[in-house]
């Protein structure tokens, strides 16, 4: 659902399927302006990247690009993301009552397009996620997924005005 932060790997086994990932990039950067700005970090911080294609019974489903602040988990960089993704471990090191969610539909880039293994005129739901604990940024994610293979819904309750 669109307003929860939650784990891929977790709607894809209420589905009844098998979730893997296949890591394409984990190293630590310094942070360049921009990465800086949307992190809240000083230019030149070392932070974590990573970027992950999420498969759902071996089909890819997202393309998960992330920037962590090593101040707020550590021990990003050490973590095997074939068995934990980033979310479950970013949910023990710092939990995240506070996330913002901005989504748009995108084309993929060419390098995406090809992990995705989608072809160039698919339309993608963008996901743009930042996360936050103790009123402190400590992740921003673009999550890129194939409209034809993923879509987010929820359920809510509209309650009368009290009058």
């Not at 089909?59 to 988990?73: G, K, Q, T, W, Y």
């Not at 339309?123 to 987010?152: D, N, Q």
Request: net charge negative.
């Amino acid at each position: 659902p669109l307003m929860e932060i939650r784990s891929i790997a977790d709607d894809v086994r209420a589905r009844g399927h098998a979730h893997s990932a296949t890591v394409i990039l984990l190293r630590s950067e310094a942070a360049t302006a921009e990465t800086a700005a949307r992190l809240e970090v000083a230019e030149g911080t070392a932070i974590a990247h990573s970027v992950l294609i999420h498969h759902e019974d071996s089909v890819p489903i997202l393309l998960e690009d992330r920037l962590v602040r090593l101040d707020s988990a550590p021990h990003y960089l050490a973590q095997d993301f074939t068995r934990i993704t980033p979310h479950d471990y970013l949910m023990q090191a710092a939990p995240m009552p506070d996330g913002e969610h901005v989504v748009e539909a995108v084309l993929a880039e060419p390098w995406e397009r090809e992990h995705l293994k989608i072809g160039r005129h698919e339309p993608c739901l963008l996901i743009h996620r930042r996360t936050w604990a103790a009123g402190r940024l400590v992740s921003v994610a673009r999550l890129l997924f194939p409209g034809s293979r993923y879509r987010i819904g929820g359920r809510f309750t509209s309650r009368p005005a009290p009058g």
